[in-house]
């Protein structure tokens, strides 16, 4: 089905502001904020849950790897190439950032206690093991950690799913960092 990449002046009247503040903020418009466009509801949700999520007691590296958890999991083509050039701008470590990217465990007991959780959270639906909570204490977070895991897998949720829908291309600047799920290609 084809999804409109909307600019501030084909957008409905409620989006036009926001397209204008995500150009202001990133000097262009991304995809997925312009195909989100269609509903003003979705994209200000999006965008507002994406500013809270950003002021959770999580680390800006910590924050990256639950979203790259997540988009691995959703096999989202979109987020996975956007957030590893968000990565980089960010000074993710390389070997981090490839471990991510592949899905594998990352070398960091404390981080890999995080990725495993946010994985297991979002490919489990939710319904994971005392086990794996009590992993996750034993790195040294807190239940708060639990609950910014799961505002993280609604943030992600919507944009995982919205560019399932819409198919949506990757902008110009993320194709450096295009992906598609290792072994997805085998199945």
Same mark, same amino acid.
């Given at each position: ?14 989006? @036009? ?17 312009? /195909?989100? $466009?269609?509903?003003?509801?979705? &994209? ?5 849950? #994406? ?13 990256? /790897?639950?979203?790259? $958890? ?27 950032? %490839? ?11 404390? &981080? ?7 994985? %297991? &959270?979002?490919?489990?639906? #939710?319904? /994971? ?22 505002? #993280? ?11 399932? &829908? ?5 902008? $110009? #600047? ?6 598609? @799920? ?6």
């Amino acid at each position: 089905m084809d999804f409109t990449v909307h600019t501030p002046d084909s957008a409905p009247q409620d989006s @036009k502001a926001q397209l204008e503040d995500s150009e202001a903020k990133y000097k262009f418009i991304p995809n997925l904020h312009a /195909v989100m $466009a269609e509903s003003p509801a979705l &994209l200000d949700a999006y965008k507002t849950i #994406g500013d809270i999520y950003a002021r959770t007691d999580l680390s800006v590296l910590e924050r990256q /790897v639950v979203l790259m $958890a997540i988009n691995f999991e959703n096999e989202c083509h979109y987020c996975m190439a956007a957030h590893s050039v968000i990565a980089q701008m960010e000074k993710m470590p390389e070997e981090i950032l %490839k471990a991510l990217r592949a899905g594998e465990p990352l070398a960091d007991a404390r &981080l890999e206690a995080l990725r495993s959780f946010a994985a %297991k &959270l979002t490919r489990q639906r #939710g319904w /994971v093991e005392e086990a794996d909570m009590q992993a996750l204490l034993d790195a040294g977070y807190t239940r708060r950690t639990m609950q910014e895991v799961i505002l #993280g897998v609604s943030f992600k949720v919507m944009s995982n799913y919205m560019n399932h &829908l819409a198919e949506t291309e990757v902008d $110009a #600047g993320f194709q450096s960092m295009l992906w598609t @799920k290792p072994g997805a290609d085998a199945a």
